[in-house]
DNA sequence: ACAAGAAGTGAACCAGGATTCAAACCTTGA
DNA sequence: TCAAGGTTTGAATCCTGGTTCACTTCTTGT
């Protein structure tokens, strides 16, 4: 039966998404994915011909679902300004709760396909800015600029600032408001 | 000799950036790095431990001089404006002639001990920008700010909109220029 | 109920590259 | 010149973890 084959697949996913969220991707051996999923090594290669089409499956969807809950949070707000505050705010404050999981999307060390799946996250955040950019150009809450540029380099501010405090444990109370200060300042909206 | 076995542990320094500047991490087996010094594969183990802490260092040299290049091109400038221009300038321009070592020095998956070399990188960036910053509150170039977060977000930032045109081979005429500004505004210095 | 075929099993296999080590080779000092 | 101590060699070894595959177990259709 199809739904069995089904089910069988989405183990694998949630347990390797499990896993990920637990002990970041340095833990996801083949073997303990299919531990975790209820089932043998070898069966999960029934449903992923190797372990980088799984990853870079299980790294689409958890980055989809960072992204979309991004774009979600800012679409509930007015002003450009507020879209890029709440922006900061869901992506800092989700990271800050999943550190490993968020460690693990943003810079852990993987395969080179996973990775390649990494830029396309990074592309996809960067792409809800810089439409919330290219709107605040267009109607004058910004000066003039290329708002792909200005996407990517916020994307890296952001990434970097958090990396930091992810890998050690500790943020600064003050990260995200000055995040927030950063990038209105670096968009130049008129304060 | 004394002077012999320094002479070899140089060489293997050398092949090792060498073939990084060349091919990136993923050429430097230790096989590769050992004929390109001119030496046997065990040979190397006679200076280094492991290939980690020879790797460890390797980054720790390249890094240096990247810091260093771009220390000093910042202090030639008299303004922070000027001074954060000739950083980006510096970091953008060196990368880009040598886009292999910079990919790897960057971004490229490496040993996670290695890896730990690369914070300690990024933050030696952050401290030069840093300083700067810290100058420009204090004599009222710029508004009060936590000078550490910016400058680690600047990073971020350069490195993000460094690596997608390295890994591309392609970058728009208008990304230093765009970066500059970006940073500038960033900052808040007045225009 | 039974045959055909799909799904699951997990121990064995394999690849790639780091690491080791015993033998061969210098260099130095008497 | 010779012996001792240190250096160099590179093929053999080891390790890790992804991948395979002959076999068993289940499901489905007649």
Redesign the interface.
């Known amino acids: 039966m199809k739904a069995r084959l089904n089910a069988s697949r989405d183990r694998i996913v949630a347990a390797a998404l499990g896993i990920m969220a637990e002990q970041g991707y340095a833990g996801c051996s083949v073997a303990a994915v299919a531990e975790r999923a209820g089932m043998a090594t070898g069966s999960v290669y029934r449903h992923f011909p190797t372990k980088a089409d799984l990853f870079a499956e299980v790294f689409r969807i958890a980055s989809q679902r960072e992204v979309d809950a991004v774009a979600r949070a800012a679409a509930l707000e007015a002003t450009m300004a507020d879209r890029i505050a709440a922006v900061i705010e869901t992506f800092a404050g989700r990271a800050w709760k999943s550190p490993r999981l968020a460690y693990a999307l943003l810079a852990e ?4 396909a996973v ?1 390649a799946e990494r ?1 396309v996250f ?1 592309r996809a955040y960067a792409k809800v800015i810089a439409g919330h950019v290219a709107e605040g150009v267009a109607n004058g809450e910004v000066p003039a ?2 708002p792909e ?2 996407a ?10 958090m990396v ?1 405090p992810l ?1 050690a444990g500790v943020a ?1 109370p ?2 995200i408001p ?2 927030i ?3 209105h ?4 909206v008129s304060t």
């Open positions: 060390p993987v395969d080179p990775d830029l990074r600029q290329n540029l200005t990517t380099a916020l994307v890296g501010a952001l990434g970097e600032a930091g890998a600064g003050d990260t000055g995040l200060t950063f990038a300042r670096a968009l130049g």
